[in-house]
């Protein structure tokens, strides 16, 4: 789970009432919509796919975010592209995530989680053959010169540069420092930013974490999700006290490293709903439609589709 917002059952029901209706019936070819660069889906039916022993079923909230479900929220804003972020309740077993990749060709790519300590690349390559195209690493309990330091990571980083796959770091403002310097060593590994390293969590956007994040600019293959802005800043639509940190991000990275994503099934529970979230970029009138075009799908196609 993305961050520790409650989360409204009753609201995220009525956000997913009209799921079935709108269950994508395109074919891959004919996907040329927007792409959503995060969301997590999981299902109910732990039978086939197991909770790993660290949570409980009641810890799935919601308890339900299908690809259909998702498809109800997605679809309307002509969103039928997205990429699939390894939810937290399976830890290494993908097989989930990989299995609505396989049902729904072309729809999904894939970020994975996988053990660092276990022969890594060897995962990463067999991951990647299945259409996954980026792995999550977060700190977890780890000080910020220790999460970013074993053996299993650098091979990762290594593995990254030789395949085109990206580290997704789920991580706090503090952390980026580390890696700056993981960039410095490993300059052809590509690297992916979430949430604006969720700057904004606490309800305080700070200029010198919106520094320390534009700082890493300078590493040509850093990319940055703007994302999950239900959870940040003021954490209310319309969302535009967010615009400062887009622009500045803008200025530091260009249109071509950053994309937009809702960090669902997140952004759609809570009083919060999918749509505002995407017209934030989509209706911006100081960006122009190539600018529009580079935030809400080519740059996610750059990375995660090609």
Known sequence: MEFSNPLNRREFAQASAFAAVAASSLSASEKTGYIDAHVHVWTPDTESYPLHSSFKKEDMQPPSFTPEQLFSNCHPVQVDRIVLIQMSFYRFDNS????MMEKHPGVFSGVAVI???DR???EMVKLARKGVRGFRIRPQKQSPDQWLSGDGMHE???????HGLAMCHLIDADYL???DKMCQQYPDTPVVIDHFARIGVDGKIREKDVAALCSLAKHKNVTVKISAYYALGKKQAPY???????KACIDAYGVERLMWASDGPFQVVNGHEYAPSFQLIKNADFLSDGDKDWLLRRTAERVFYS
């Open 120 to 122: 890594p690349a060897r």
């Open 177 to 179: 420092q580390s890696v």
């Open 96 to 99: 989930y995530m990989l299995d």
């Open 156 to 162: 990762m980083w290594k593995a990254g540069a030789k």
């Open 115 to 117: 053990d660092e300590a």
């Open 240 to 246: 535009t006290d967010l615009l400062p940190m887009i």
